[in-house]
């Protein structure tokens, strides 16, 4: 199973890219709004999705991208093209946000998904996304690993940090401020 490719574009349309890796040219289908140029070297974490007729990849510039689609595509409905489109629509926290915040509208608002296929991605989804949503402040470097181990061996849950660290001011840099901003925001709660 391919996970993760590094090579060079050499043909770029507004869906997909093909990458050069070693002589072999790997099609691969990414979100439309993903700047890439002809000629540059790329990195890509990558979905294969082997049906019985074809295997396509999907690629992803972060591993939190990758994560959420995979995590789309476990929801009964949601196949790789809908995934793609949910996440093209917003940065990843914002796609979490709105699935923890149950808002069925800014799912509906991609082409394609309906009602019924919004609300399954909710109640499917809303337990599953906390750890998405804490790799993701993590990696971007939003909030420190040691903030997050330090809350949650002082008995906070998950959810509730996600929610903390997601409204924690980014001019917050040390990990002593970041701890006391989230305490004094968790006693509030």
Not at 28 to 52: A, C, M, N, T, Y
Not at 77 to 100: D, N, R
Not at 159 to 172: A, N, Q, T
Request: charged fraction near 30%; include cysteine; aromatic fraction near 6%.
């Amino acid at each position: 199973m391919i996970s993760y490719i590094k090579g060079k574009i050499i043909l770029e349309r507004p869906t997909f890219l093909i990458v050069d890796i070693g002589g072999v040219g790997y099609k691969i289908s990414i979100i439309p709004k993903l700047d890439l140029k002809v000629g540059k070297e790329v990195r890509l974490f990558i979905h294969q999705h082997i049906r019985e007729d074809a295997s396509d990849l999907y690629g992803f510039i972060t591993f939190e991208e990758l994560e959420l689609f995979e995590k789309l595509l476990s929801v009964n409905g949601v196949g790789p093209k809908a995934a793609m489109t949910i996440i093209s629509l917003a940065p990843t926290a914002k796609i979490i946000k709105a699935i923890v915040s149950e808002d069925s509208n800014f799912f509906q608002s991609a082409p394609g998904i309906g009602k019924k296929v919004a609300i399954k991605i909710i109640i499917d989804l809303k337990s599953k996304v906390s750890g998405i949503e804490l790799s993701a402040a993590i990696s971007s470097g939003r909030v420190k690993e040691e903030v997050i181990d330090g809350l949650i061996i002082l008995g906070y849950k998950k959810p509730e940090i996600d929610k903390v660290v997601s409204e924690m001011p980014i001019d917050l840099k040390k990990s002593e401020e970041q701890i006391r901003w989230c305490l004094k925001n968790l006693s509030k709660r």
